[in-house]
C-alpha cells in the first residue's frame, strides 16, 4: 500500500515536469537533482514512459505540422530591403 | 536584425492570418526597434523584438479601430503560417497529410489562450520567455497554459499513431 502511493506521487510529481524535461527551456530548467530524479522514475515507469514518449511524438508532429512550405523567400527579401533602406537613410 | 526576420514573419504571419499585413507588421516593427536600439541592453534580441511586434500590432488595431482587443484574439489561427523550409520526408508526408486533420481539429478546439502558447512554442519553435513576450504574459503562464495545452492535444490523440510512438 505505502509503496503504491509512493509510486502514484512519484507519478504525479514526474508528470509535472516531464514537459519542461523535455524541452529543456532555458528560462525554466530543472534542477540537476529533478533530472536524476525524473530519469530514474522514467527508467522504472511504464506509464510514465509512454506519456514522455507522447510527448516527444506530438512536439514533432507540432513542428512538421506546415504542409510542407517554406517561409516565403520574397517576404524575407522585401524586409531585408526594408531594413537595407533604414540602415542607407541612417548612415546619409 | 537579420536573422530573426524569418521568425518575425512566422510570428507575424500568425497573427494577422495575412500575408501583407504581417509583411506590414515586420517592417513596423524593425522601424520602432532600429529608433529603440540605443535603449536596447544586448540581451535576448529575440524577445525583445518579439516584445515590439506585439506592442505593435496592439497600436496598429488601436489605430484601425476604437477599443482594444483582447490578447487571445492576436493569435487567430492555430495553423502555422509556414514551415521548414527543407523537404519533407516520406514520414513527414504520412504526419502532415494523413494526420493533419486529427492534429488540426484538436488543436483548434484548445481555449485560444493554450493555444496560443502551444503554437508558439512548439510550431514556431519559441522558448518559452519569446513566447511570453508575444503574448504578454509571465514565462510561468506561458508553462502552465503549455502544459495544459500538450496534454489536451496527446490524450485527444491517444490513439493515433502520432502519439503512440509508431513514428518516432
Known sequence: MTRTLRQMLTCHWSARRIQRYLDADPSAPLTPGEISRLEEHLATCEKCTEIATEHRALHRALSLWSGGTAVDPRSVDRVRDFLSTINDEDSA | ?168
Open chain 2, 1 to 168: 536584425m537579420e536573422p530573426e526576420i524569418e521568425v518575425l514573419l512566422r510570428v507575424a504571419l500568425t497573427i494577422t492570418s495575412n500575408q501583407a499585413d504581417a509583411e506590414d507588421l515586420v517592417q513596423e516593427t524593425l522601424l520602432r526597434a532600429y529608433r529603440a536600439i540605443d535603449r536596447f541592453d544586448g540581451r535576448y534580441p529575440r524577445a525583445w523584438l518579439l516584445t515590439i511586434l506585439r506592442n505593435t500590432n496592439a497600436n496598429m488595431h488601436r489605430r484601425q479601430r476604437p477599443g482594444t482587443i483582447g490578447d487571445w484574439e492576436l493569435i487567430r489561427t492555430a495553423r502555422p503560417a509556414f514551415g521548414k523550409a527543407e523537404l519533407p520526408s516520406a514520414e513527414d508526408n504520412f504526419l502532415d497529410g494523413e494526420l493533419h486533420s486529427d492534429l488540426d481539429a484538436a488543436v483548434r478546439a484548445l481555449d485560444p489562450r493554450f493555444r496560443a502558447a502551444l503554437v508558439l512554442v512548439d510550431v514556431h519553435d519559441l522558448s518559452y520567455a519569446e513566447a511570453a513576450a508575444v503574448m504578454g504574459v509571465p514565462v510561468g503562464t506561458v508553462m502552465s497554459r503549455l502544459s495544459r495545452a500538450s496534454d489536451r492535444v496527446r490524450k485527444s490523440l491517444r490513439f493515433s499513431p502520432l502519439t503512440r510512438g509508431d513514428l518516432s
